[in-house]
């Protein structure tokens, strides 16, 4: 067991991050021309499914534009001024990283679970929930500023004492676990998997726009956070994907844009100022008058 605490180099974690990316990337590319071919088998396959897909990746290349830009000015360069005031210096090895990957994902929850329940966020997460279907390509459909608001939440993390260039690679293997959960292909696996890690079926239900699905699994990796801190739902029906308003539209600058249309069109038919202020920090679908345990419901379709 000394090779878990064997010490390792920012550069070996870098290509190690770089080649399970590149590997994620190719295993979805081989499993969405599969889910396209099933889907052409099922005669389900049609223009629109088509276009969708494709936006999903342009979405992917103007989120990663925009990402270079956050990365290099916001990022690690906040991440890299925080750590000067670590706690703990912890060492870079195959156990640290294994323990940061743990706490990223757990952070990872609360990071996504405030991404639905705060509006201005929202505006930028609904594009990847705004997909009426579900296949491996809108694991790549991303909004303008879904890399923003990670930075806060990994502050605690270099504080700690992690190394930044450690939590940006947990942060990124939660991210890369979360690929293949995005098929209707693959059903529930068994039981002791289904209880502590986060699969397919349970991410069909957070994408889901059932009343019982909404706001439910937010969960990276472990599924488990989401049951120790309420917000577990089993799968039980047909998950009915999409977000309360549809945006009927598979043109990328209309779906990479349209969270914070939409939030802008809001913001400029409310009169008060207060309430324009609580427009984006409530619920998304709050509105002056209508009480947050609606909100919770209409902005992701369960109620419309």
């Not at 870098?14 to 889907?39: H, K, M, P």
């Not at 995005?182 to 059932?210: D, Q, W």
């Not at 047909?238 to 779906?255: C, H, L, M, Q």
Request: with cysteine; glycine share 6%.
């Amino acid at each position: 067991m000394d090779w878990l605490f064997r010490s390792m180099t920012e550069g070996a974690l870098y290509e190690w991050e770089q080649a399970i990316g590149d590997g994620v990337f190719l295993f979805s590319i081989a499993f969405l021309v599969f889910e396209l071919a099933r889907y052409c088998v099922r005669k389900k396959l049609n223009w629109a499914l088509a276009g969708d897909t494709i936006t999903n990746f342009v979405t992917q290349a103007f989120f990663l534009g925009i990402s270079i830009v956050l990365f290099y000015l916001l990022y690690l360069s906040t991440l890299s001024w925080f750590h000067q005031f670590a706690v703990f210096d912890i060492g870079l090895n195959w156990a640290t990283v294994f323990i940061c990957i743990v706490l990223a994902d757990l952070v990872y929850y609360w990071e996504h679970r405030f991404s639905h329940r705060v509006a201005m966020v929202w505006a930028t997460h609904a594009v990847h929930h705004s997909s009426p279907h579900f296949n491996i390509s809108v694991a790549y459909r991303f909004g303008p500023l879904d890399a923003l608001w990670t930075v806060f939440f990994h502050i605690p993390l270099v504080v700690l004492g992690f190394d930044p260039f450690l939590v940006l690679f947990a942060e990124t293997m939660v991210l890369l676990y979360q690929t293949p959960l995005h098929t209707e292909v693959i059903g529930k696996l068994p039981k002791p998997i289904e209880a502590v890690m986060n699969t397919p079926s349970h991410h069909r239900v957070h994408h889901g726009t059932n009343s019982n699905y909404v706001n439910k699994n937010y969960a990276g990796v472990f599924i488990i956070w989401d049951r120790l801190f309420g917000t577990f739902a089993e799968e039980k029906e047909p998950a009915v994907f999409g977000i309360a308003e549809p945006i009927n539209s598979v043109d990328p600058f209309v779906v990479f844009f349209h969270g914070f249309t939409r939030l802008w069109r809001d913001l400029r038919n409310t009169r008060q100022l207060n309430d324009k202020l609580l427009l984006l920090i409530k619920s998304p679908g709050w509105r002056p008058g209508r009480p947050d345990s609606e909100s919770l419901v209409s902005s992701r379709g369960g109620a419309r």
